[in-house]
């Protein structure tokens, strides 16, 4: 078994005013060659973006783009003519293909938007742009892992172009759980968003990630009210 450790403070930083976003790689202008990305995970920004405002019109091409929505409402429009919100409970999936323009907007004038974006590499490079969001309302299970991505379309949650798997879990404290890697050869970046973990024996706290890889599963222990991502992805 192999593991990096990222802890919260070691993040790159960006404050812009209207935006305050936290990269757990190289992004924008901070550089980390040791910090590229975690197998196919490219990007994995942490962003707070103030009242009424939000990232104008810009284009991506050939990555896979997912959002998680954790606090908030954000409004999405694309030049393939979809126009959204998203919002807690929501997780939209954007394939970029052979190029997309986007714009996404916090909606709401009197309250800030909190939302991870994260980046995929696809293993199909030149697709044919699409979007798709969904809610996991009715996915959410307490004390356990429920998908909330996957490579299949008629799986649970969004589907992207990666042999990836992502999973949400609410536990409550002392919980015991395990998780099993779906395909050979994946790693898995666990990622705490609240509370703290302990994972295959690594001690985890609020925002702190950490890629393992070169097994099979994954023991992880809660120390109070906690939640994760687990992002599953292949290293190669």
Do not use: C
């Not at 992004?27 to 920004?45: I, Q, S």
């Amino acid at each position: 078994m192999k593991t990096i450790l990222h802890k919260a403070d070691t993040r790159g930083h960006a404050n812009h005013g209207w935006l305050d976003s936290h990269h757990s790689f190289s992004f924008g202008g901070y550089h980390n060659p040791e910090r590229m990305n975690f197998g196919v995970l490219r990007v994995l920004n942490d962003d707070v973006v103030a009242q009424g405002m939000g990232f104008g019109k810009h284009r991506h091409d050939n990555m896979e783009i997912i959002s998680i929505p954790l606090f908030g409402d954000l409004e999405h429009r694309d030049s393939v003519g979809n126009s959204t919100v998203i919002k807690e409970g929501d997780v939209q999936v954007m394939s970029a293909g052979t190029g997309i323009y986007h714009s996404e907007y916090n909606k709401n004038q009197d309250k800030e938007v909190r939302f991870l974006q994260i980046w995929l590499f696809p293993n199909q490079k030149n697709v044919q742009p699409r979007y798709d969001q969904i809610s996991i309302e009715n996915l959410k299970k307490r004390n356990q892992f429920y998908q909330v991505l996957s490579p299949n379309p008629d799986d649970d949650g969004v589907w992207v172009y990666q042999d990836a798997w992502f999973h949400l879990g609410d536990f409550d404290k002392g919980v015991e759980t395990s998780y099993h890697l779906k395909r050979k050869g994946n790693g898995v970046y666990v990622f705490v968003l609240e509370g703290e973990a302990t994972v295959n024996g690594e001690a985890l706290q609020r925002r702190d990630g950490l890629g393992i890889w070169d097994t099979e599963q994954l023991s992880i222990t809660t120390s109070g009210n906690t939640k994760i991502l687990l992002m599953e992805v292949p290293m190669g």
